[in-house]
């Protein structure tokens, strides 16, 4: 790893972790990972291989290191993809964001992130006509007059009344499981999923919550299908930049464009009626 | 055997590790430095956008409404014949049950940036090759490129066939 060239940055520690000397990251072969301390912490970079992209292998890269060092430690994991110009940038980037940092490491201490996405169940039409007196109708309808418009009509009725009712059961699941975390965000929305939120739960507590979600997906398989991925980085509670509050992948707000008035750094557990959330940013 | 089919498909299957369900959060979540630069996502913002398209499409309603016209709809309502009707159908959505319909837009990206969970060489050729392409282009270009599908599948034939009818 050389210091005098740009630097692929991961994440960020306190200075006291060690890493083992075969840890690797992005590239092929895989590069080097090593620690820059900064103060109280260090910054974990390797060098930035050439043509970097978000191929799949470095992407994996990415999460895995930044999982492994997550279960011996807190992490800051960083948006994948983040480079700085020289060792000198990464420095001056750490050290005047320290405390908050630190901070932050200290609130991620023995906790992990669980990312929850609900969507509708498609085998499920039979239960929505059950349930559902206008899609019944309309399938009806058809049925006696067969016609394209009147089955794109009634697919689309079809389509809506299943997210619908996976809304409803996702919305259900959220206040349930809020309960058995810390914080909860929305991620940013995935086409196909009703609900994407990420909870930062307790390690002790990864287990029980795993099975809550278990339960409930048992018990309204035909509402709503979850599927559940942690322990992960906790990507979605790191200190975020203001600009970000309002961000959106397709039409990118100028720097210095007002702030959210709502942070997420308060967004402490959510009541059960009224989980603490934050509307997700909505591309495209 | 039919009911097993409807209980694995609906019921919730934690994964750890698999890329696809947390690529939005490596992507989109975790800390920005603003003097920090970013490496181009070009390719797979252009994914994203695509998949969105093909799970609100007209081909999908279709399809909805053909298992609608083959149900019974005096049957009983604990009937086990949803997964049978699926099963039997030509589109993508439904084969397999929800399970895999819910994987089936998720594929496609997996397919397409090489995210898929055969192994890293086998996709390599594959999952360069669309995030060359101009953001405009890249669909078009993916959708002719019949040869590169070796794990096509009747999903993605699904998808394309969905995209034509959103470009009619």
Do not use: W
């Amino acid at each position: 790893m050389s210091t005098g060239s740009r630097l692929y940055v991961y994440g960020i520690v306190h200075a006291d972790r060690t890493l083992p000397p075969s840890t690797r990251g992005v590239g092929r072969p895989p590069a080097r990972v090593g620690l820059l301390p900064v103060g109280a912490l260090a910054a974990l970079v390797s060098d930035v291989p050439p043509d970097l992209r978000a191929r799949r292998r470095d992407l994996m890269a990415h999460q895995e290191l930044l999982t492994a060092l997550g279960t011996e430690g807190p992490v800051l994991p960083m948006r994948f993809g983040m480079v700085a110009e020289d060792a000198a940038a990464v420095e001056r980037a750490v050290r005047a964001a320290a405390p908050t940092h630190l901070a932050a490491l200290g609130r991620l201490e023995s906790r992990t992130e669980m990312n929850l996405k609900a969507m509708p169940v498609q085998s499920a039409v039979e239960a929505l006509v059950r349930d559902d007196a206008g899609v019944r109708r309309l399938a009806a309808d058809v049925r006696r007059r067969p016609s394209y418009e009147g089955n794109v009509r009634l697919g689309q009725a079809v389509a809506e009344g299943l997210a619908r009712r996976a809304t409803e059961a996702a919305d259900e699941a959220l206040r349930t499981l809020v309960r058995l975390a810390e914080e909860v965000v929305r991620g940013p929305e995935v086409p196909g999923c009703v609900l994407n939120a990420s909870f930062l739960v307790p390690q002790a507590r990864g287990e029980r919550f795993r099975a809550a979600v278990e339960q409930f997906a048992a018990a309204h398989q035909e509402r709503v299908e979850l599927r559940l991925t942690g322990p992960l980085p906790c990507y979605s509670f790191v200190p975020r930049e203001p600009e970000e509050f309002e961000e959106s992948r397709s039409s990118p707000k100028p720097p210095g464009s007002p702030a959210s008035p709502a942070s997420e750094e308060g967004e402490a557990p959510g009541s059960p009626d009224g989980p603490a959330v934050r509307p997700s940013a909505v591309g495209s | 055997m039919t009911t097993t089919t409807y209980n694995e498909a609906a019921v919730c299957v934690p994964r750890a590790g698999t890329l696809y369900d947390v690529l939005e959060l490596i992507l989109d979540r975790g800390m920005v430095i603003d003097i920090f630069v970013r490496v181009s996502l070009v390719g797979i913002e252009i994914l994203k956008i695509d998949a969105r398209i093909v799970v609100a499409s007209v081909d999908t309603y279709l399809r909805f409404a053909e298992v609608c016209n083959r149900l019974d709809l005096n049957q009983d309502a604990s009937s086990r014949t949803v997964p049978d009707l699926f099963a039997g159908m030509a589109g993508g959505v439904a084969r397999g049950g929800a399970k895999k319909a819910a994987k089936s837009v998720g594929g496609k990206v997996k397919d397409a940036i090489g995210m898929g969970d055969e192994d890293d060489d086998v996709e390599r050729e594959d999952y360069d090759a669309p995030d060359e392409e101009e953001p405009e282009e890249a669909p078009r270009a993916r959708r002719g490129s019949g040869s590169r599908s070796r794990t096509a599948s009747a999903s993605r034939a699904g998808s394309r066939a969905a995209r034509r009818t959103q470009e009619a």
